[in-house]
């Protein structure tokens, strides 16, 4: 090997600083290549260049939020499956597998499938979303289609008061409850299931799941959660509010344990049978208030 530029045959191998453009985005990628020890030019080998490229096309799919080569490939690892029972159990072929887990950049499409296919958690969150689309307002989410937006900020407001899952689920039940026996909907558009715990959400642990992997809230320890998020006031109407407000303020004065003890002597709850979701119109009955 001779340097083009000095034409003296002396290099060193040495990570540097190099400039790449892909899809007209510019990185600075930061890669092995041979430098002329005389005048410093530096020049990429064929490996070089393909580790280069690699780089700087999982430093692109991690900027626009997409699976990096090095995650395809684990997720291929984590399954124990060749490239061709990968593309079997993707439904693509085998091609798409090899290219992915080199230089090719999967579309946002191809990108949730594997995350589908490959991660529970994602599974999880998209049933869930999925689930919401699907819902139409009826007496068992207080005539009211599910609103995360909605969702969130009342989560956040309430974990101000009662940071664990076991009191704020009870705190948002008696939000949605107390405001359908007044307005005759609820606020959140959440079904509550009869579980031993009381009335939460069926779908509670996913739901903290779901909080968690959006960056709504953070483990504050093992059991608590603590808002990352302000609350938005703009999403709830002044009824809403005060709602929101008469249930912060009992589970801020009589403790948040006071709305779990109370939340399973309700009538709702107590002639609900196991995994039966609670209907709203039962909260006629609520005696909270
Ligand atoms: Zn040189």
New binding site residues.
């Given amino acids: 090997m001779i ?1 083009l ?2 034409e ?1 045959n002396k290099f060193i191998e040495k990570k540097v600083k190099i400039e790449q453009e892909f899809r007209e985005k510019k990185f600075i990628i930061i890669s092995e290549a041979m430098v ?1 020890l ?2 410093g ?1 530096e020049f990429l080998n064929d490996e070089q260049a393909n580790v280069l490229r690699k780089k700087t096309v999982d430093q692109y799919r991690l900027l626009n939020g997409l699976l990096t080569s090095v995650q395809i490939k684990s997720y291929r690892d984590n399954l124990k499956m060749s490239q061709a029972t990968f593309a079997d159990y993707l439904g693509v072929g085998v091609a798409s597998v090899k290219r992915w887990e080199t230089y090719f950049v999967q579309d946002k499409s191809q990108d949730d499938l594997l995350r589908i296919k490959c991660d529970p958690d994602f599974a999880d969150i998209n049933a869930l979303e999925v689930r919401w689309a699907l819902d139409q307002p009826d007496e068992y989410n207080g005539y009211k289609k599910f609103d995360i937006d909605v969702f969130r900020n009342v989560l956040i407001r309430i974990l101000e008061v009662a940071p664990s899952p076991l009191f704020f689920f009870k705190a948002i039940f008696y939000i949605d409850f107390v405001h359908f026996k007044n307005f005759g909907k609820g606020i959140t558009g959440m079904k509550y299931a009869c579980l031993q715990y009381g009335p939460i959400p069926k779908d509670y642990e996913k739901l903290i799941k779901y909080a968690q992997v959006k960056g709504w809230v953070s483990k504050l320890s093992t059991h608590d959660l603590k808002a990352n998020l302000n609350f938005d006031e703009k999403f709830f109407s002044t009824d809403e509010m005060t709602t929101i407000d008469s249930i912060y303020d009992i589970a801020k004065k009589k403790g948040r344990k006071f709305l779990f003890n109370r939340s399973h002597e309700e009538a709702a709850f107590k002639s609900c049978h196991f995994l039966d979701v609670l209907n709203y119109k039962d909260s006629k009955k609520i005696k909270l208030l």
Wanted: glycine residues 0%.
């Fill in positions: 340097c530029k000095c003296k002329c005389n005048c030019q």
